[in-house]
T-cell receptor
C-alpha cells in the first residue's frame, strides 16, 4: 500500500502562503495524490488532486515533485478560516478494490 | 453546503437502544460511503455502496447495519452499541465508486452511554 507521511502540525501567519508537505515515497505510477481538509466538527472537504503535473484551482495549488515521491499543498493567502486538519491521500488498490485511506493529517493553525 | 446531508447531527443513545443514522445526497452520485472518525484516530472507511449494492465492508461489527434503498439515500442502523463506538460518523458520496473525489456530509456525532 502506498502511504503518506505528513507533519502533525504547522502554524502559518494570516495572509502568508501556507505550504503543507507530504511524502508518498511508495506511490505507484497510476496513483493520484488527493488533498482534503477537515475543519473542526465538519466533514472532510475536497481541495485538489493531481497525478504528475502541478495543479491549481480556486482553493489551492498542488506541486508534485518530478519523481512523485512528495508533494506540497499551497494555500496562497491563508485566512483564519483555513485552520483545519489537512489530509494528503494517495489512491490505493487492494485486489481491485480502490479506496481512500486517510492518515492522521497535518493540523494547520493560522495565526492572526 | 456540499450537497450531502446527514441527520441527526447529534445522537446520544444507551447500549440497549436501536437508532438509525440517515444520509441523503442531492448530487446525482452513484456511490455512497460510511466513515467513522474516533477521537485522535484516522478516518476509517466502514461501508461502500455502488449503485445501491454494497461493494465493501471493512470488517465492521454486525451491530452496525447499513442500508441503501436507492442511490440518494444511505442509512446506518445501530443496535447494542458499545461506548467505544462513540465517534463522528461521516457519510460521503462520489459520482462513481472508483472516482475518488468524494463529497462529505457534516457528520453525526454519536455518544454511547
Amino acid at each position: 500500500d502506498a502511504k503518506t507521511t505528513q507533519p502533525p502540525s504547522m502554524d502559518c501567519a494570516e495572509g502568508r502562503a501556507a505550504n503543507l508537505p507530504c511524502n508518498h515515497s511508495t506511490i505507484s505510477g497510476n496513483e493520484y495524490v488527493y488533498w482534503y481538509r477537515q475543519i473542526h466538527s465538519q466533514g472532510p472537504q475536497y481541495i485538489i488532486h493531481g497525478l504528475k503535473n502541478n495543479e491549481t484551482n480556486e482553493m489551492a495549488s498542488l506541486i508534485i515533485t518530478e519523481d512523485r515521491k512528495s508533494s506540497t499543498l499551497i494555500l496562497p493567502h491563508a485566512t483564519l478560516r483555513d485552520t483545519a486538519v489537512y489530509y494528503c491521500i494517495v489512491r490505493v488498490s487492494d485486489f481491485g478494490n480502490e479506496k481512500l485511506t486517510f492518515g492522521t493529517g497535518t493540523r494547520l493553525t493560522i495565526i492572526p | 453546503e456540499t450537497g450531502v446531508t446527514q441527520t441527526p447531527r447529534h445522537l446520544v443513545m444507551g447500549m440497549t437502544n436501536k437508532k438509525s443514522l440517515k444520509c441523503e445526497q442531492h448530487l446525482g452520485h452513484n456511490a455512497m460511503y460510511w466513515y467513522k472518525q474516533s477521537a485522535k484516530k484516522p478516518l476509517e472507511l466502514m461501508f461502500v455502496y455502488n449503485f445501491k449494492e454494497q461493494t465493501e465492508n471493512n470488517s465492521v461489527p454486525s451491530r452496525f447495519s447499513p442500508e441503501c434503498p436507492n442511490s440518494s439515500h444511505l442509512f446506518l442502523h445501530l443496535h447494542t452499541l458499545q461506548p467505544e463506538d462513540s465517534a463522528l460518523y461521516l457519510c460521503a458520496s462520489s459520482q462513481e465508486w472508483r472516482v475518488e473525489t468524494q463529497y462529505f456530509g457534516p457528520g453525526t456525532r454519536l455518544l454511547v452511554l
